[in-house]
């Protein structure tokens, strides 16, 4: 999966800025979600996301979505806009599995809490630092799950989340991208 705004491994890290969102309804502007890696330091020292891919357009959410800060109240509409503006092309069960597995891909890549159920994607922490960065209040709002290239073994989830930076920075609607391949019958994150 990804970082908190994302980035490719190897990728140099540039803080992510956290979406702009309307605040007044009855429409906020959602951004497109990035795909994320491994974070990496910054100039300063203090890690940070940076840029990756886009998997969807950025288009205006539909009125009636909740706008920034409404909280988890408003996560029901923004998951329904985002599946009525990018339906999945894979079957329900499955897509429903994947939002759940990225679901807790991001939260583990976010708060650091759960890398350990994926060894592979989370390499050990070289070094005294511990933890990369860790975020707080994270909530995913939103998950769409696709195929990548039409791939019956490859498919990308796009998230919308919620949190609060290392730096005290409140982002809502922010994007990020999980990637999945299956192995063995078995959907595993990869970056």
Do not use: C
């Not at 329904?80 to 990018?86: M, P, W």
């Not at 989830?157 to 994007?175: A, F, K, M």
Request: glycine share 10%; charged share 10%; hydrophobic share 40%.
């Amino acid at each position: 999966m990804v970082a908190p705004g994302s980035s490719h491994p190897g990728a140099a890290a540039s803080p992510a800025p956290a979406p702009s969102v309307a605040a007044a309804p009855p429409a906020a502007t959602v951004q497109p979600p990035v795909t994320t890696a491994a974070p990496s330091p910054s100039a300063t020292g203090t890690p940070s996301p940076s840029a990756g891919t886009t998997s969807f357009p950025a288009a205006a959410m539909p009125s009636g979505v909740a706008a920034a800060g409404d909280g988890p109240q408003g996560d029901a509409a923004i998951q329904a806009a985002l599946t009525a503006q990018y339906p999945s092309d894979l079957p329900a069960g499955t897509a429903d599995q994947l939002a759940a597995l990225a679901r807790a891909v991001w939260s583990a890549e976010t708060t650091g809490t759960g890398r350990e159920r994926w060894p592979g994607y989370f390499p050990p922490v070289q070094g005294a630092g511990g933890r990369p960065y860790l975020y707080t209040g994270v909530r995913v709002q939103a998950a769409i799950a696709h195929t990548v290239k039409g791939s019956a073994d490859r498919a990308a989830v796009d998230l919308l989340w919620v949190g609060t930076s290392p730096t005290g920075e409140y982002g809502d609607h922010r994007p990020a991208t999980v990637v999945f391949t299956r192995v063995n019958n078995t959907w595993e994150p990869q970056r």
